[in-house]
């Protein structure tokens, strides 16, 4: 492990640092520290790490408080789980500082009550063997990999694997991890992990409030093979149960979500996801769905959006550029571009990159300076104006001059 450790290809040199300062640190405070979880799976599987996740036995809000004292930072605590998060100094770095716990849940889908405890306590309360692998920091012992529950054969097995019958009773978001897991790393689910995948499972599932739902959908959207894991959780029946009019996420929109758009608008996967799948609803289920998932206010607009427009498309079928522009000015852009992802209707991509930004010369300063008292008819005169120059029917300042002329003495 310690080569994995010193790769700067999966770890760099500052994480590397920061986990010896971690290590030595706990060591005067005779606490044992562990690296844990996904960068100990990622930097087996010989992947780069993000997140660093250290289990500490120990107080780990004392460890984290020296820290900051030591190195600075800054720590955000948690004490109902005995947890911190230390923010490093002129950084975004940031670390999870974990106190070694065992978990009980008395409720099935309910968040466990910890109680401290020692390392090999804390791997078993996890999801997946192959995220119970520790790595021991500090000390003689730096590097030495602690695997009881024998994580490294599944990760060179390629599966994955529940730690226990009930861990999908326990937190059934573990279902969506593992689907995800399954997707990214083309492993598969071992058959008595998705018999754990049962009705009285899911209906634990169901009982989940939408936020904690849409986190585990947002994170699958994330995942380059988003589409293909979408699909993993609608042959497992998960769909409806999350709700009865979930309709399937079609394969053909993978590509839309790697959008690598030249276009001037802020790209949002999530977003986009979220409106290619739910664009065929109605607005009523566009609705229903948006509380189930707990959607943001403009989330919900964003999908609503692009629902009504590409219902409205047969009705604006040729429209001039002008009709075009006026429909499409209120909705949000991405909704627009989704709709012309799966419609090609190139007037909406002429919007997007040109026609939206087409304005007259001629300003309400300029028509006040001729004379025309502030009011509706301002509007309607510029709007005249940009109408004649989205439909082409003006070509030079000139021209649009001799229009507004017209316009002020048939307005007059
Ligand atoms: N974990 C768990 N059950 C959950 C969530 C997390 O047991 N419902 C444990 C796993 O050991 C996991 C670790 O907490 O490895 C960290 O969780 P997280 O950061 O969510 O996942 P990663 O393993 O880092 O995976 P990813 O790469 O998807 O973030």
Avoid at 174 to 185: L, Q, V, W
Avoid at 283 to 306: G, K, M, Q, Y
Wanted: charged share 25%.
């Amino acid at each position: 492990m310690l080569r994995l450790l010193r790769d700067p290809s999966l770890i760099p040199s500052e994480k590397l640092t920061t986990l010896s300062n971690i290590a030595n640190l706990a060591e005067t405070l005779s606490m044992s520290c562990y690296l844990v979880g996904g960068s100990v799976r990622d930097l087996l599987l010989g992947r780069p790490i993000n997140d660093l996740d250290v289990i500490v036995e120990g107080d780990a809000i004392a460890l984290g408080k020296k820290l900051v004292e030591t190195y600075g930072g800054k720590l955000t605590p948690h004490f109902k789980f005995n947890t911190a998060i230390w923010y490093l100094p002129e950084s975004t770095d940031f670390v999870d500082l974990i106190t070694a716990r065992k978990e009980v849940y008395e409720k099935p889908g309910a968040l466990p009550n910890v109680t401290p405890s020692t390392i090999e306590d804390d791997l078993r309360r996890r999801d997946f063997t192959i995220n119970a692998i520790a790595v021991r920091l500090g000390g003689e012992g730096f590097g030495e990999i602690l695997d009881p529950l024998k994580g490294q054969a599944d990760l060179g097995r390629g599966v994955i694997r529940a730690l226990h019958p009930k861990s999908f009773l326990d937190d059934p978001t573990r279902i969506f991890r593992a689907i995800r897991y399954e997707g990214r790393y083309s492993f598969s689910i071992v058959p008595s992990t998705v018999d754990q995948i049962n009705p009285e499972a899911l209906k634990v599932l169901h009982s989940l409030s939408g936020e904690r739902i849409r986190h585990e959908l947002d994170l699958i959207l994330d995942e380059g093979h988003a589409a293909l894991t979408m699909l993993r959780v609608a042959s497992l029946g998960i769909l409806d149960v999350i709700h009865p009019k979930m309709p399937e996420f079609a394969q053909d929109w993978a590509e839309y979500l790697e959008m690598d758009m030249q276009l001037d608008i802020p790209a949002d996967r999530r977003t986009m996801g979220y409106m290619l799948w739910f664009m065929d609803l109605s607005e009523e289920d566009v609705i229903s769905i948006s509380n189930r998932l707990d959607f943001t206010n403009e989330l919900t607009l964003s999908v609503w959006a692009a629902a009504q427009l590409k219902r409205s498309l047969v009705h604006l079928f040729g429209a001039k550029p002008s009709e075009w522009t006026y429909a499409l000015e209120k909705l949000p852009l991405l909704s627009i571009y989704a709709v012309y992802l799966v419609s090609r209707e190139n007037a909406l991509l002429s919007y997007i990159s040109i026609w939206r930004h087409v304005k007259p010369h001629t300003t309400g300063d300029d028509l006040k300076k001729l004379g025309l008292q502030p009011g509706p008819r301002f509007g309607e005169i510029l709007l005249s104006l940009r109408s004649a120059w989205l439909d082409g029917v003006l070509s030079n300042k000139t021209e649009e001059e001799e229009l507004l002329h017209k316009l002020l003495s048939t307005h007059l």
